[in-house]
């Protein structure tokens, strides 16, 4: 097949010639289509007002998706970000899909939403959707202090992608909650990262992204986070929202590269300074201009815990019900071996007893928060063995390590207690001892401020990071992956 039939295949299963790309016939909705195409130019607006600063002219070096094929469902090319093809794609419908969990296990999957269960998936979709927008907003300065241009592009893909992330939840609201729906959808471009009349809904949403290392820690943990909510929420018994989540993954991956492959490089040019130096004194490497290892090891612990708090409390009766009512199944649900009903099981949480953590047994049905927040931190564990690689090969003797799961948490259980990150538990006075040594302390934010800077020359970079070792859509390091104009 000659590449230009390729790609017209391709583009066939996704329509470019509406106002609105998509996959799921919206020329045949009429009134589904007048809906989305009122609430395009807000977005728009949106974006206009909290997306990427003083970038709407850039020419950006983005992928978008023009397919839902696994094989080659992205094309690459300059676009404004403005002008980026924000669609609906939804992953192709499995025939006679059944519910393969909870009380409703055997049954058709549903194309429409039950009545019954109409509040609980709205409050789901709602909240799925919130954090889409939410990211973009916490790194809409970052592009003022890129360093790098292919680091710029990287930021510049994610926000794309979560703007159209939004996209795919605001199709489902407008599609199948009517009037509720549309209003909620408005709601999603109204409320604000950090604003203290309309904030967004989950705190770690809330918080600051202000440098490059938060960017990668963020899109290393927290859009993780994300990945584990969206397979949860691919499984579930409401056939749209599985099909979306699971488009949604594909895009997601790269988010969780960027945040991998970050970290990874400057931990690498730290590496490459000590070595030069033949220093490991936090002094003498900061004042090289590059992030020493500990403080590295403080932003893992932060964006940690933040990000394992999104998970929920480790006790939770609307967790059963999702589960129990067929919403919201397991990570990787169809892979597991039990009855997908878990009313006889029990599963381990930890909770503070006479001053210790100690572990207790309670019904798994409630515990599937924890279930979650655990298979998240064995898939986030894996990545910082990845980055002690780096720090192995170049000789140095420092581990990362993630904290312990009850350090400084705000939810839950582990919410009543200082933990130390080594799972001590400690009195008040000791934890304010120490906690500088723990989680990034002003003056530790100071620094990692005061290394941020815009480079836009073609092919440098900034000299606290390596370079990537390829680039993106296998261009080079030293491409032009934004053009300003
Ligand atoms: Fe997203
Ligand atoms: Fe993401």
């Not at 009134?31 to 909290?50: S, T, V």
Request: charge should be negative; glycine fraction near 6%; include cysteine.
């Amino acid at each position: 097949m000659t590449l230009e039939l390729k790609l017209e295949r391709e583009m066939s299963s996704i329509d470019y010639n509406e106002k609105i790309p998509n996959n799921v016939n919206l020329a045949e909705d009429r009134a589904l289509k007048r809906a989305l195409e009122h609430w395009q130019p807000n977005y728009i607006e949106w974006w206009q007002d909290m997306g990427p600063e003083e970038s709407q002219d850039f020419e950006v070096y983005l992928r978008t998706a023009v397919s839902v094929d696994p094989q080659g469902w992205a094309q690459f090319g300059y676009v404004k970000m403005p002008e980026y093809r924000w669609g609906i794609f939804l992953n192709p419908a499995q025939q006679d899909r059944k519910i393969h969990f909870g009380d409703h296990k055997g049954e058709d999957a549903w194309q429409s939403v039950p009545g019954e269960y109409r509040a609980n998936l709205r409050r789901i979709i709602v909240t799925q959707g919130d954090t889409e927008p939410a990211s973009v907003e916490q790194q809409r300065h970052l592009g003022l202090t890129a360093p790098s241009l292919y680091d710029l592009r990287n930021l510049f893909q994610v926000n794309v992608e979560e703007g159209r992330h939004l996209w795919a939840m605001v199709y489902l609201l407008h599609k199948y909650f009517g009037r509720d729906g549309r209003e909620e959808g408005e709601a999603l471009l109204e409320r604000r990262s950090g604003n203290e009349d309309n904030p967004r809904i989950l705190q770690a949403f809330n918080e600051k992204t202000p440098d490059w290392l938060s960017f990668f820690m963020f899109t290393y943990f927290t859009d993780r986070d994300g990945k584990y909510q969206l397979c949860a929420l691919a499984e579930s018994s409401f056939d749209p929202l599985a099909r979306t989540t699971r488009f949604m993954l594909t895009e997601e991956a790269h988010h969780m590269f960027v945040g991998e492959s970050g970290v990874s490089r400057i931990i690498q040019r730290t590496c490459e300074v000590m070595n030069d130096l033949k220093t490991d004194d936090p002094a003498a490497i900061r004042a090289a201009g590059v992030i020493d290892l500990p403080t590295i090891q403080r932003y893992i612990n932060f964006h940690f815990s933040v990000t394992i708090d999104l998970f929920g409390a480790d006790q939770s009766s609307n967790a059963a019900t999702f589960y129990t009512t067929g919403l919201k199944g397991r990570f990787e649900e169809g892979k597991r071996d039990d009855d997908h009903i878990l009313k006889n099981d029990h599963y381990t949480v930890l909770e503070v007893r006479d001053g210790k953590l100690v572990e207790k047994q309670v019904p798994m049905l409630n515990a599937l928060n924890e279930v979650l927040r655990d298979d998240y931190i064995k898939d986030s564990i894996s990545g910082v063995k990845r980055w002690n690689k780096v720090i192995e090969k170049a000789g140095i003797p420092f581990e990362l390590k993630v904290p312990h799961k009850a350090f400084h948490r705000k939810i839950g259980a582990l919410s009543e207690v200082n933990v130390s990150p080594s799972g001590e538990v400690l009195s008040d006075k000791e934890w304010k001892q120490q906690v500088d040594n723990w989680l990034p302390s002003q003056s530790d934010r100071e620094f990692i401020a005061s290394l941020m800077g815009r480079i836009t020359e073609v092919g440098k970079f900034a000299n606290w990071i390596a370079p990537p070792k390829i680039g993106i859509n296998n261009q080079p390091a030293d491409f032009a992956y934004v053009r300003f104009n």
